[in-house]
Nanobody
């Protein structure tokens, strides 16, 4: 069973930075590979929106409201995707969730959601 776990959320002052991580793992300890991942966020009372995406074969993609401030990347083991968030604003407040296509030798490629990690920006 693949688990997708986000971490790194928390409280930061406006203008500050946070790095979120999304790690895929399997309870059996088998190898996993993230082929594609996207970060979404949902602010209180608002619809969930796409923040950034990364795949192995295409350039990274960002929503206009985070371009130049956020950077999505993947580690060399291809089991973790990070979202570096700089110059945070109050508008960035929300629960950030990872959605990823994860490959394992047993299940092939399937899409998973993480549980989300909250980000709060104080002014």
């Amino acid at each position: 069973q693949v688990q997708l776990v986000e971490s790194g959320g928390g409280l930061v002052q406006a203008g500050g930075s946070l790095t979120l991580s999304c790690t895929a793992s399997v309870t059996s300890g088998s190898v996993v590979r993230i082929n594609r991942a996207s970060w979404y966020r949902q602010a209180p009372g608002k619809q969930r929106e796409l923040v950034a995406s990364i795949t192995g074969s295409a350039p990274t993609d960002y929503a206009d409201f985070v371009k130049g401030r956020f950077t999505i990347s993947r580690n060399s083991a291809w089991d973790t995707v990070n979202l570096q968030m700089n110059s945070l604003k109050s508008e960035d407040i929300g629960v950030y969730s990872c959605n990823a296509d994860v490959w394992t030798p047993v299940s092939g490629t399937r899409t998973y959601w993480g549980q989300g990690t909250p980000v709060t920006v104080s002014s």
